[in-house]
């Protein structure tokens, strides 16, 4: 299994481009997230995904549109860049079990993408 | 929104001391999820927490999870030079996650 991948590793915009990110992961796993981490802040929920054809706003949404339309792909598009949008940028996927004393959900995370908008 | 806060930001220790991290919330979480993270990487899981009151050990890494399910806690003995990295905790609600800030540690040889 290759887990989580995440294309490209790093990537310069131009304030106003816009870009995709990719996320894929090979677990068959329902749950995907995408995270933004800046010094100080640690990890921050951009968007996340319970399911192919669902997906739903996390903490930080404003400027990044989501699709899902298959189990395996979870892409990050950045509509017009701005400059507060340079972060390092990882896609997390989890399964759930189901347990008596609540859901356990490891959430694996993919190597990242280091965006910086000049 | 939910916050997560952690405490403290830095840490340096030497090597053979204990490390203690430690994570606050302002409303009850469903269960805590603890990461660590070397420097140029990414998150890796360690644990997961979810009853009240409990505790779990993974060799010298020992997780608790607060009575109220407000807090958590995670107290590494003697670290080691591999311990170095930041270390998060992650609270859940409903189908989301709040990371804390982390705590980075250093080692000291």
């Known amino acids: 299994n290759a887990g989580v991948t995440q294309t490209p590793k790093f990537q310069v915009l131009k304030t106003g481009q816009s870009m995709t990110l990719q996320c894929a992961q090979d677990?068959?796993?329902?749950?995907m997230s995408w995270y933004r981490q800046d010094p100080g802040m640690g990890l921050r929920l951009i968007h996340y995904?319970?399911?192919?054809?669902?997906?739903d706003q996390g903490e930080v949404p404003n400027g990044y549109n989501v699709s899902r339309s298959t189990t395996e792909d979870f892409p990050l598009r950045l509509l017009s860049a701005a400059p507060s949008q340079t972060s390092v940028y990882f896609c997390a996927s989890s399964y759930t079990l189901r347990g008596g004393a609540g859901d356990y959900n490891e959430q694996f995370f993919g190597p990242g993408t280091r965006l910086t908008v000049l | 929104g939910q916050q997560v806060m952690q405490i403290p930001q830095y840490q340096h220790v030497q090597e053979g001391e204990d490390f203690t991290t430690y994570c606050n919330s302002s409303?009850?979480?469903?269960?805590i999820q603890w990461y660590k993270q070397r420097p140029g990487g990414h998150p890796v899981f360690l644990i997961q927490?979810?009853?009240?009151?409990e505790v779990k050990k993974q060799k010298r890494l020992t997780f608790q999870f607060g009575e109220a399910k407000k807090n958590s806690s995670l107290h590494i003995t003697a670290s080691q030079t591999t311990d170095v990295g930041t270390y998060f905790c992650?609270?859940?609600?409903?189908?989301?996650?709040?990371f804390g800030t982390g705590t980075s540690l250093t080692v000291i040889p």
């Open positions: 677990m068959n796993h329902e749950y």
């Open positions: 409303t009850t979480l469903s269960n």
């Open positions: 927490l979810v009853k009240s009151g």
């Open positions: 995904s319970v399911g192919a054809g669902i997906t």
């Open positions: 992650a609270g859940r609600w409903g189908n989301q996650f709040y």
